[in-house]
């Protein structure tokens, strides 16, 4: 938000908006806000609120305001949360918690491609195939404009929507009409498809990119995999591209973190988070192993919270060079608290302490070693970057040579 206004005026304005019954809605306001509100003065203040606003609904409201109390219920406790004035709080519904739960614990499936929208060639485009994914056995590569799906033409307004159908656990096909060099074809590849958080490819000079892009609870293992793949191949230097990643948990990220890096010395960690009180909420140290090489990391201004955490403490530790341009700054913990009509609220809960407990970017962001921002600017899909025309990747495999 760019302007913080009071928890009250924030609920106020939002309960103005939409109908509002005087008896159901109240009795369930009430009950909602005596929960969540523990300050007297606050709770007092947000009920006079409602009521207020209840009673001129009630008395004026010329629409019908039956069967709406699970929309209000819901928008309250939206305006609630926003009204808080943290970006990093927020509220999920039902479909919306239950995905933000199977991704956390590495649930998310698919056909197995990446995307890209592009608004100037209003071009649905493959960015990307997985690797052994029902996408790739369907015959898609990158490159391929996707024209259709499930026989509905994809646009700028519906490709959002429309690109839910590319995911999801449930054995069934999905129909896709795509064009190739001028022509096209249908296919049908099933949906099931496990989609990786770790990617990679060798580069010249046996120097590996491997890309993360989020911090589940399946990211430890799979880049223990990767990692112990890529020097099996010869890799002597690794580039970890963490452009763009933000989802995840810091505990995932740091048991990412404890595949590479030695255990700290004396009694550091690789991360602590404290309450609002200064009371440790947990913490994570390096047990595993580590590996003896030179490491790289990419970050831009999309590379946020877990991701944040794995570039600074792979510098601290490891002495890792960070190339590309400024990370969003968020150095707080969330956590979401399910409600009981099935939606949820994602609160900050604390803040993180990395390996170097004098390390201080939230709100400002890490800033790189080595400056270089993408010659496509930051709209454009990385997935749709090859190696040669990413700038970024350029100037981190100097470091090598």
Known sequence: MNKKISVGLALAITIVAIAVTFTVTMAMSRTLYNSIITNLSLRTSVSAAIEEINGIVSNYYYGSVDDRTPVITSTLVEGYVNGLGDSNNGYLSSEEYAG????????????????YFNP????????YVYEGSPAEKAGLKKGDVIVSIEGEKVTRINCQELEKQLYGGKLSSVELVYSRDGKQATVEPMLGFEIPTVVSQMLSGNIAKVRITAFYKDTPSEFEAVMKSLQEKGAVGFIIDLRGTSEGTVEYAARTLDVIVPAPSGNQTLAVTYDKNGNK???????????????VVLVNNGTAGPAELFA?????????TIVGSQTKGIQTVQRAFPLDSGDAVLLTVGKLETYDANRNYNGEGITPDITRELDQGDSVSLWAISVSDDAQVREALKIFS
């Not at 991704?103 to 056909?111: A, E, F, H, S, V």
């Not at 600074?312 to 890792?320: C, G, P, Q």
Request: charged share 20%; aromatic share 8%; hydrophobic share 40%.
């Open 281 to 295: 909420i947990d913490a994570w140290a390096a047990e595993s192993g580590s590996i003896n090489s030179t490491f």
């Open 100 to 115: 933000y739960t199977e991704r956390l614990n590495g649930n998310l499936t698919g056909i197995g491609i990446e995307t």
């Open 312 to 320: 600074a403490d792979l510098k601290d530790i490891s002495s890792a």
């Open 120 to 127: 100037v060639t209003s071009e649905y485009s493959v960015v």
